[in-house]
C-alpha cells in the first residue's frame, strides 16, 4: 500500500506519513539499544564528573584564603564547579537520565542543583512544557523565553527593538531569568495570566533565593573574614560565568539559523514520529572538543538530546553520527557547526528580529515553518 502524501506530510520536509513512521521506528531502536545497555560505566561517569566538580568547588572556596594571588584561580575554580553543576549533572540528573542507578542522590524528584531556579519548577517548565512542545510558537514558552522575540510568527511591537539589550541582561542574569520563567511576566502583561496564578510558585522560589544567597553572598563570605569583599566579587563573577556560558550553549542550540518552528495547527494530532521529526528540526548541535562536551552537559549534542532527553548525556557522542545518518538518509538536515558560527547566527538573528518583518518563506519541499529569512541568509 502506498502512502498518501498529505499537507501535513508536506509540512514535515516532504516525508509521507510511513517514512515518518519509519523513522521513528529506526530511533526508538537506537533509545531501546541504548536503555539495554546502561550500566556501571555511567554510574562511574557521572560519580567521576561528581568527585570532580566537589574538588573544584572546595579548591575555590580554599582559595578564596589567599588574598590577591589566590583570587583568579580561585574564580576559575568555583566557575567550572558551578558549570559542571548546572550542565553536566544537574541539568541532565533532574531529567531523570541517571534513575536507573536506584541512587537518592542522583534521583530526579530528589536532587536539587546550585542555581536560584528550584528543581522543581525547572523541570515543569523545562522537562514537561519545553521538551513536549519545542519550538511550537505560543506554546514552548522557551522561544525567546518570555522576553525575546526570537521567530517571525511572533508578532512584531516596538517593545521588541530592545531585543539585544534584552538578549544581553537575560545572559548576564541567566539563571534568574530562567528561576522567574514560570511566573509568566508576559502573560501577565497580556492578561492571559493573573497574579494570584503565581501564588503557589512564591514559597520555593523564595526558600531557594534565600538559600543561594546566604550560601554565595553572606556565608562563605563570611568565612574569610576581611576578605569578604573579594570573596564575594569572586563568587558574582563564578556565577555570572557561569550564566553566560549556559546562555550561549543552550541559545546555540535552540536558535541559530536553520532551525525551523512549528505551528500549533500543523502539530495538532502529532504521531511518535512526527514527534521525533520536530525534534530533529528544531535543535542544532555545536562541533568541539571532548571538553567543550562535558562543559556544556553535552547539549552541544541538543539534537540528540531533544529525540532521547532521559538517556545519558554521556551517551549523545556515541549515537551521534547515527543520528545524521538518518538525517542524510531521509534528506533531513543535520544543523551542526562550530560554537563561533552558531553563536553569530543567534546574535545575527536576535538583532534582525528586534525590527518589523521577518515572515517565513515557504519551501516547497520543506513547507511552512522550515525556512525563514535568516536561514536563507546563512
Known sequence: MTATVTEHD??????????????????????QRVIADLG????????KVVTTQ????????????????GWVPAVACLSVSKILDNMEIGHNVMHGQYDFLGDPAFNSRMFDWDTVCPG???KYSHNYIHHTFTNIVGKDRDVGYGILRMDPEQKWHPYYLGNPLYAFLLMTFFEWGVAL???EVENIVSGKRKLADNKPLYPGLMRKIRKQALKD???????TGPLFPLTFAGNAVANLVRNVWAFNIIFCGHFPAGVASFSEEETENETRGHWYLRQ??????????KLMHVMSGNLSHQIEHHLFPDLPARRYPEIAGEVQEICERYGLPYNTGRLSQQLFSVFRKIVRYSF????AKVSPVRGPGSVTEDSLAA
Open 356 to 359: 518589523p518583518g521577518g515572515t
Open 10 to 31: 508536506e509540512k514535515y520536509h516532504g516525508l509521507t506519513a510511513e517514512q515518518i513512521e519509519k523513522l521513528g521506528e529506526e530511533l526508538d531502536a537506537i533509545r
Open 280 to 289: 530533529m528540526l528544531g535543535s542544532a548541535n555545536i562541533k568541539g572538543s
Open 217 to 223: 553572598y553572606v556565608l562563605f563570605p563570611a568565612l
Open 40 to 47: 556501571e560505566t555511567d554510574a562511574a561517569y557521572l560519580r
Open 181 to 183: 520563567h514560570d511566573l
Open 54 to 69: 566537589r574538588k573544584l568547588e572546595i579548591a575555590g572556596r580554599a582559595l578564596f584564603y589567599l588574598p590577591v594571588v
Open 120 to 122: 522543581e519548577q525547572w
